[in-house]
């Protein structure tokens, strides 16, 4: 079982930059693939970026690419994402998700097991 808990989101300008963060609770985090996705209000839930279990690869959607790093820290069970030159398009509630252990799957939320709550990002114009 794995608990996440996302951190970090807000209000930013256009332009500006957001860091989330998502800890997990459990011994086995070093052992999944995590991933961000976001859900904007009347969308629905979308793959952001992805990094695997080792943290040596990672993966991101067209937008995110060049904008944003998706990291990890297995000693601290944290997952990060750096978002930087934020649009308004990038509003959304920011989820993390831990994929299951073996599995190669990371684009897709039904290749995710666990979830957390998510955090609010707006960004204004």
């Known amino acids: 079982q794995v608990q996440l808990v996302e951190s970090g989101g807000g209000l930013v300008q256009a332009g500006g930059s957001l860091r989330l963060a998502c800890a997990a609770s459990g011994r086995t985090f070093s052992s999944h693939d995590m991933g961000w996705f976001r859900q904007a209000s009347g969308k629905e839930r979308e793959f952001v970026a992805a990094?695997?279990?080792?943290?040596?690869?990672?993966a991101y959607a067209d937008s995110a690419k060049g904008r944003f790093t998706i990291s990890r820290d297995n000693a601290e069970n944290t997952v990060y994402l750096q978002m930087n030159s934020l649009k308004p398009e990038d509003t959304a509630v920011y989820y993390c998700?831990?994929?299951?252990?073996?599995?190669?799957?990371?684009?897709?939320?039904?290749?995710?097991?666990?979830w957390g709550q998510g955090t609010q990002v707006t960004v204004s114009s």
């Open positions: 998700a831990a994929g299951t252990p073996g599995y190669s799957g990371i684009y897709y939320p039904s290749e995710y097991n666990y």
């Open positions: 990094i695997r279990s080792s943290g040596h690869s990672t």
